[in-house]
């Protein structure tokens, strides 16, 4: 199965396994997965972390593209495609960062790991 993290999906696989559910923990860890991480999710983390929301990443975003890569997620860059589809998305939803990450899951054909059920608006295939 191809799969893209949610941002707190990714934070919590780094720093808080605990907090996934059983079916998320076996998607992000599986073996038969491909599991990307969107640049969003590192713009999203970075700017969170600036403003002193996430005061804890700093180690991953210090070193976010080697922490994605050991840990065997593939990285997913922002495409002018992602972004039409991001802006044409009809669904009244304001977070920009869930925008892109749900124009990315249906562009790409990818289930979306998230316990965000808001997400479900936009009809993406939403896993957790």
């Known amino acids: 199965m191809r799969v893209l993290l949610d941002t707190h999906t990714l934070l919590w696989a780094v720093f808080r396994k605990d907090l996934l559910s059983n079916r998320a923990r076996h998607l992000v860890h599986s073996q038969r997965n491909e599991v990307f991480v969107s640049a969003v999710s590192a713009w999203e983390i970075a700017t969170k972390y600036r403003l002193g929301k996430l005061p804890k990443a700093q180690a991953l975003v210090d070193d976010f593209v080697p922490s994605i890569q050991s840990a065997g997620y593939v990285p ?43 997400l479900d608006i936009f009809g993406v295939r939403r896993e957790w």
């Open 76 to 118: 997913l860059p922002i495409s002018l495609e992602h972004a039409l589809r991001a802006g044409r998305l009809t669904a009244d939803h304001k977070d920009p960062f869930d925008r892109m990450l749900a124009a990315q899951a249906i562009h790409e054909d990818l289930a979306l790991i998230s316990n965000d059920e808001q």
